[in-house]
C-alpha cells in the first residue's frame, strides 16, 4: 500500500522503526499544530488474535497472528488515530431541514420533535429542533501512526505516521475555549506590549529558533503533548490584546475617559488639536443618534492635528469631499469628515468632527471651527456630496454670503437612479429600467445646454409615451429642480483647469482604510478609541504616505508599521525610563537617547 500516493493524506509520511519511536514522532508533529487534539483509538490490527487468553490491549507484546491468517504487504499490527478537538457532528450536521420555530405554535413544536425522537434510541444524542449548540464542526483533520508486520519475520516491522486532510477555516477562531497555561499567558503578553500582532505571535510561537534572546523565548512545553493548557490558538492573543487595551483606557469608564483625554488634549494650547465640546450626552446604544431638546445639549467633537493644517495651507486644492460614516462607536454617532486631494491623487484628511446631533448645525459649527482654525486657507469653491439635505442645507447656511458651489457625487447620483428602477413598488420593467439609466446617464454628461434640454425633453416624451406617471414624478421631484447640482453643464472652471474629480470616492476610500486598517475591521465601541485612532494613526499614516510620495519614493506600509512600532516602544522609554523592552527577532534594546 503506497500511502503518499493517496488521495486523503495532505502530507508526507514518516516512516519510524519502532512504535516507541513513532510515538516521538508524533508528539514533536502534535505540537506543531494550532490545536489540540486527542486519541481517538489505540488498537490492534485485524489480524491479531483478540479472543486468545493472553492477550491485553494494553500491551502489544502479547498479541499473536491468528491461526488463519494470511500475511499481505498491508497487514497491519497496531494502529492509532489522533483528531482535532473540533471533530464530530455539528447541529447543523444534525437538523437538515430548517424548521420556521417563530411560524408555528408550541404544541405544534412538540409534535414535530416527537417525530424526530421515534426512533431515536435511550444513548442517543437529540435531533432536530432542539438539539443543544455542540462546539464541534466536523474538521476531517487527523493523526495516524500505523504498524504494518514484516512479511519475512512475521513480526511487527515499521511504522507510517501522516496526516489526512487539512483544518477548516473556522478552526482558527472557533467557540471552543481553551483555558491556556499562565507562562504562555505571560508571554504572549510581552510581545502584545511589544506592539507585536497575532500573525507575529503565532510565528515565534510555533518557531521559537526566530527569538535569539534565550529569555524571551516561549516557556517549553512538557511531556504530555495531549494538555491544551500548552497550546495557543489566536483567540487566545486576541483576548490578550483586549485585555492590554482595556488596561491602557484613562477610566473604564467611556464617558469619564474621553471628558479626561478631551481636557488633556486641551492643555496642548492648539499645538496638537483643537476641540469643540459641549457635553458628553450617552444615549441608548439601540437608538440612532440624538436630537437637541431643552435638558441635552449633544456632543460635538471637532479634530484637526497641526499636520492637517500644514496640508490646508501647502496643497493647492479647490474642491473637497464632506462625507459623514457610522459603525465606528457604539452610541451610533456620525463621524463627518473633510478630504482633499494631494498632488498624487489620493486622499488627504483635513478634519473630523464626532458628533451626537442629526442635524445640520453641527456641520454649520464645524465648518465655522475650521474658517477661524485656518483663515483664509480653507477657502474650498466646490463642495462634493452624496445627495445629503443636511449636508446641502448646513453648507448653504454658512456660505450665504460666499459664491460656493456643490455637486453631487456621479457613482452615488446613478446609485439612486438604479436603486429606485429596481424597486418592485416603482413598477419599472426590465427593458424600461435599461433605458431610463442611458437617458440619466446622457443628462449628467451632457457638455452644451442646448444637448441637456434636448435630452430632458426626449427623456420627458418618452416617459409621458409609456405612461410612467411615477417615474415623472420623482424626475421631478428629485432631480429636475436642482439640476446645477448634478448636470455636466453646470460643472465649474477654475484657474487649474476643469474639475477633474466627479465622485467623492476619496473619503469612501478613506473610511474604508479606517474601518478595516486601523479599527481592523472590527465595530469600536469606545469614543475615546475612535479620537486616539484620528489623532495619532490617521495623521501619521498620511503623513508619511504623502512625504514619500513628495521625495518620489513607493510608500511601504510594512516599513510604516515597523517604524511605527520602534516609535511607540521609544516614547514608552523614555516615559518610564526603562531599557527592558528588547526585540525579539534581533536580539537589540532600545535605550534612553
Known sequence: MNLENSENVSEGVEVCLDWNSAIKCVESLLQQEILPFSLNYDQPGSSIDIDNSSFIKSDPSTWFLKSNAKLRSNSIFHQA???????GKSKSKNNNEKINTQALSQQELFSLQCDKDKDRKRNQARKGIW?????????PRALYAVQYFNTITKKPGNVHVYFKNLHLDECKTHSFTLKTNPQI?????????????????????LHPELISIEALKPSIKPKGFLDSKWHL??????????????????????????????????????????????????????????????????????????EMRNFCKKLKWDMCCLDATGSTNQYRWLLYSIIISDEGGHGIPLAFMITSWESH???????????????????????????????????????????VLIFLCFFHYMQ?????????????????????????????????????????????????????????????????????????????????????????????????????????GKKNKRIDTLINILINQCSDFFTIRFDTQVNQQVFNEKKFNAIKSCELKAREIAENNMIDIIDPMYGYCIVKS
Open 131 to 139: 438539539a443543544k449548540e455542540s462546539n464541534k464542526m466536523s474538521c
Open 81 to 87: 488515530m489522533w483528531i482535532c478537538v473540533c471533530a
Open 416 to 520: 439612486a437612479w438604479e436603486r429606485w428602477c429596481r424597486n418592485s413598488a416603482n413598477e419599472i420593467s426590465l427593458d424600461a429600467r435599461l433605458t431610463v439609466i442611458a437617458f440619466v446617464r446622457k443628462l449628467k454628461l451632457a457638455i452644451t445646454i442646448e444637448e441637456y434640454n434636448q435630452l430632458e425633453q426626449d427623456f420627458i416624451k418618452w416617459i409621458l409615451v409609456n405612461n410612467l406617471t411615477k417615474l415623472l414624478s420623482y424626475y421631478k421631484k428629485e432631480w429636475q429642480s436642482c439640476h446645477q447640482l448634478w448636470a455636466n453643464v453646470c460643472k465649474p472652471k477654475f484657474a487649474t483647469g476643469w474639475m477633474v474629480n466627479e465622485t467623492n470616492n476619496l473619503i469612501e476610500r478613506f473610511f474604508s482604510t479606517l474601518k478595516w486598517k486601523f479599527l481592523h
Open 233 to 306: 490558538s489566536e483567540k487566545c492573543i486576541e483576548n490578550v490584546i483586549q485585555k492590554f487595551r482595556r488596561n491602557s483606557y484613562l477610566d473604564a469608564n467611556d464617558k469619564i475617559s474621553t471628558e479626561l483625554l478631551l481636557k488633556s488634549l486641551s492643555c496642548l494650547e492648539f499645538k496638537q488639536s483643537s476641540f469643540n465640546q459641549q457635553c458628553f450626552c450617552h444615549k441608548n446604544s439601540k437608538e440612532k443618534g440624538c436630537y437637541k431638546t431643552a435638558d441635552c445639549d449633544p456632543f460635538i467633537c471637532i479634530i484637526q492635528t497641526q
Open 361 to 403: 448645525e453641527p456641520i454649520v459649527k464645524f465648518l465655522e471651527v475650521l474658517h477661524i482654525t485656518n483663515s483664509i486657507a480653507f477657502s474650498p469653491k466646490v463642495f462634493m456630496i452624496d445627495k445629503s439635505d443636511t449636508e446641502i442645507l448646513a453648507i448653504n447656511t454658512f456660505y450665504k454670503e460666499h459664491k
Open 185 to 205: 499567558i505571560q508571554w504572549v503578553s510581552l510581545l502584545v506590549k511589544m506592539e507585536h500582532n497575532i500573525e507575529e505571535i503565532m510565528r515565534f510561537w
